[in-house]
């Protein structure tokens, strides 16, 4: 079965600065997709990025940016220039090629300190 | 295009008692699933529907079912709750059931119900 893993509980940073929040995780597959959600105290999940694993170019999308590494079965996050709007719950996911389940990782908890 | 819709937003239920909870996915999607989030368990998958099939299902007892629509969309169903019951429910619904290319899950704003 794949699991993934966010081995940051909690993680803070000081706004404008930049942080990198850690996702490994573990398959036997080869074609599959990962995903950076984030949840706000709202709760709804919304989706900050996604890599589709046969691509060896690194996703990035505005301030958010990916470094993907597949045979290390890592996916972190990296937010640059941080603002207060960040601060929330991220999620790493993992969704297998054919499949519409994701597996998540427990969450880090993303503080931003004004 | 309007996102995700989950009814009822809050929902209070003594044990014992059933509860429906409903999924509306963005227009034109037919891939609709169900994640139960809790503080202990995190996030775990329910169950997966695609053209009012279910194509998969987490590991839940026979208590949590659900079913889809020909309008794509869904409706989950918890009977005889339990206090262990009480989390977020949330729905994701995508373009296509993943085969090929990318679908992107979007989520709607959740249910949350508090079993008492």
């Known amino acids: 079965a794949q699991t993934v893993t966010q081995s940051q509980p909690e993680m803070s940073v000081q706004e404008a600065e930049t942080v990198t929040l850690s996702c490994t995780y573990d398959?036997?597959?080869?074609?599959?997709?990962l995903f950076w959600y984030k949840q706000p105290p709202s709760r709804q999940m919304i989706l900050v990025i996604r890599q589709e694993a046969y691509k060896q170019q690194n996703a990035t999308e505005n301030r958010f940016s990916v470094n993907f590494q597949k045979a290390a079965k890592s996916f972190s996050l990296k937010i640059s220039d941080s603002q207060l709007g960040d601060a929330a719950m991220y999620f790493c996911a993992y969704r297998r090629q054919g499949a519409q389940k994701l597996v998540f990782g427990q969450g880090t908890r993303l503080t931003i300190n004004p | 295009k309007a996102g995700v819709t989950q009814t009822p937003r809050y929902l209070i239920k003594t044990r014992g008692q059933q509860v429906t909870l409903s999924c509306s996915p963005i227009s034109g999607h037919r891939s609709v699933s169900w994640y139960q989030q809790t503080p202990g368990q995190g996030l775990q998958f329910l169950f997966e529907y695609f053209s009012e099939t279910q194509r998969n299902k987490g590991n839940f007892p026979g208590r949590f079912s659900g079913r889809q629509f020909s309008n794509s969309r869904s409706e989950m169903n918890v009977s005889t709750l339990e206090l262990g019951d009480s989390a977020l429910y949330l729905c994701a619904s995508s373009l296509e059931a993943g085969r090929g290319g990318l679908a992107i899950p979007f989520f709607g704003p959740g249910t949350r119900l508090t079993v008492l």
């Open positions: 398959t036997s597959e080869s074609d599959y997709y």
